[in-house]
């Protein structure tokens, strides 16, 4: 389970209340009535909405520093690296002749596990429970 600090929740909480106020007061200004009436309106209106964008992603990308500097994060070391390569090299695959009756019932339980996941995933991504909103 990921645990987040409390700092990282306030963080958060407070930018999200920025960004959703500015958004939304950047829309109903960029939105008057002329430009809603005018051919060229539409043009203006989805030109208007690259600022609270650019904004978004200038707070996203100091929120993602501050995480960074606080969580103590940074990409491995070498010896990490290494670590890890000896680890993965050093696993040993049984064969099925050799597994026992619990081995098979471990395996598979995991591995409805990792189906179930999946789908929830795919559910998510679709939106839909059955098939793709076309």
Not at 9 to 27: A, D, E, F, M, P
Not at 101 to 123: C, H, M, N, Q, T
Request: hydrophobic letters at 35%.
């Amino acid at each position: 389970m990921l645990k987040t600090s409390n700092f990282l929740k306030s963080t958060l909480l407070k930018r999200s209340n920025v960004i959703l106020r500015h958004s939304y007061g950047q829309c109903i200004r960029n939105m008057s009535t002329q430009q809603a009436k005018s051919s060229k309106g539409t043009l203006s209106k989805i030109a208007g909405f690259q600022e609270p964008i650019v904004y978004n992603v200038k707070v996203l990308n100091e929120i993602a520093k501050e995480v960074y500097t606080k969580e103590n994060l940074g990409p491995p070391s070498k010896a990490q690296i290494s670590e890890a390569w000896e680890n993965l090299k050093s696993i040993r695959w049984k064969d099925v002749g050799e597994l026992n009756p619990s081995d098979y019932v471990k395996y598979g339980i995991r591995s409805i596990e990792v189906a179930g996941f999946f789908a929830l995933g795919e559910i998510i991504g679709r939106f839909s429970i059955i098939g793709y909103n076309v």
